[in-house]
């Protein structure tokens, strides 16, 4: 089973996830731009960006859910898209690898049962010890006591543990994370904030909440609203950056009159 515990993790050796040039378009409009990433096996990278700045668009493509319209993305040095995916040996060993959770947790679920909603992926790729691997994740995600429930009556919060736990009985290497705190209520975030920042693996969460940001991860990769990388680095100094925040429409400026002066300021207020 994939470890459980707290402590931090040096990334090493070549990128597991590389992206060269990598654009997409819908429709004739471009969603991302000519972007160059790469990340190692062990970091902790959140993927920050306004609405519409194409962050859901570069999770697909890293999960193999889409080809990019240009450039490619290689996963642990192989090519990767629905094409390549076609090939078994290449399909079952990154549907087990790479996960993604998706924002809505009802666009992952479609089983009869809890359980069956866990053991789903284990099933689909033969792995063993199914029944271990389930009451194991929903053990570690506090949701034991509903294995034998419909997922679709479980609150929301519940719903994104239980996709959650479906993905870590894969036990994948690297975990795609699509703004997961979005519908989520203080305590399930702080809950999921912890659960992640325990898990021994490569993890690219989105968000576009500057407060949360330094919680996932310690690098980042922003994209503007043209769609194009305007930061890859340390999460520190870019949540210093105001002027930066506000370029990605992360942070907005607004007018303040004091007295009968009137100058304009840029905020960051979920962060500062």
Same mark, same amino acid.
């Given at each position: 089973m994939i470890e459980l515990r707290y402590r931090p993790v040096t990334p090493v050796g070549p990128p597991v996830l590389e !992206?060269? &040039?990598?654009?997409? #378009?819908? &429709?004739?409009?471009?969603? !991302?731009?000519?972007?160059?990433?790469?990340?190692?096996?062990?970091?902790r990278i959140v993927l920050l960006g306004c609405n519409g700045s194409g962050k859901s668009t570069l999770l697909k493509i890293m999960n193999g859910l889409l080809a990019p319209t240009r450039g490619t993305f290689r996963y642990a040095g192989q090519a990767i898209g629905p094409?390549?995916?076609?090939?078994?040996?290449?399909?079952?060993?990154?549907?087990?690898?790479?996960?993604?959770?998706?924002?809505?947790?009802?666009?992952?679920?479609?089983?009869?049962?809890?359980?069956?909603?866990?053991?789903f992926g284990p099933r689909q790729l033969g792995l063993a010890d199914i029944p271990d691997r389930v009451r194991h994740w929903?053990?570690?995600? &506090?949701?034991?006591?509903?294995?034998?429930?419909?997922?679709f009556g479980l609150s929301g919060g519940e719903k994104q543990k239980v996709c959650l736990a479906a993905l870590l009985a894969l036990e994948p290497k690297v975990l795609l994370l699509d703004e997961p705190t979005a519908a989520l209520d203080p305590r399930s975030t702080g809950w999921l904030v912890d659960f992640l920042n325990s898990l021994v693996v490569t993890t690219v969460v989105s968000t576009h909440n500057?407060?949360? #940001?330094?919680?996932?991860?310690?690098?980042?990769?922003?994209?503007?609203?043209d769609h194009r990388l305007l930061h890859d680095g340390p999460l520190?100094? !870019? !949540?210093?950056?105001?002027?930066?925040?506000?370029a990605a429409n992360l942070a907005h400026t607004h007018s303040h009159r004091h007295g009968g002066l009137v100058h304009r300021h840029s905020h960051a207020h979920d962060w500062r």
């Amino acid at each position: 089973m994939i470890e459980l515990r707290y402590r931090p993790v040096t990334p090493v050796g070549p990128p597991v996830l590389e !992206l060269v &040039g990598v654009g997409h #378009a819908y &429709g004739g409009q471009d969603v !991302l731009v000519d972007l160059d990433l790469a990340a190692r096996a062990g970091e902790r990278i959140v993927l920050l960006g306004c609405n519409g700045s194409g962050k859901s668009t570069l999770l697909k493509i890293m999960n193999g859910l889409l080809a990019p319209t240009r450039g490619t993305f290689r996963y642990a040095g192989q090519a990767i898209g629905p094409a390549a995916l076609k090939a078994p040996d290449l399909h079952r060993r990154f549907r087990s690898e790479v996960a993604l959770l998706f924002q809505n947790p009802d666009a992952m679920l479609f089983n009869p049962t809890v359980f069956d909603e866990i053991a789903f992926g284990p099933r689909q790729l033969g792995l063993a010890d199914i029944p271990d691997r389930v009451r194991h994740w929903a053990g570690q995600v &506090g949701v034991e006591r509903h294995l034998d429930r419909a997922p679709f009556g479980l609150s929301g919060g519940e719903k994104q543990k239980v996709c959650l736990a479906a993905l870590l009985a894969l036990e994948p290497k690297v975990l795609l994370l699509d703004e997961p705190t979005a519908a989520l209520d203080p305590r399930s975030t702080g809950w999921l904030v912890d659960f992640l920042n325990s898990l021994v693996v490569t993890t690219v969460v989105s968000t576009h909440n500057l407060s949360l #940001a330094p919680e996932l991860g310690q690098r980042g990769w922003v994209l503007g609203e043209d769609h194009r990388l305007l930061h890859d680095g340390p999460l520190g100094p !870019l !949540l210093d950056d105001v002027e930066r925040l506000a370029a990605a429409n992360l942070a907005h400026t607004h007018s303040h009159r004091h007295g009968g002066l009137v100058h304009r300021h840029s905020h960051a207020h979920d962060w500062r």
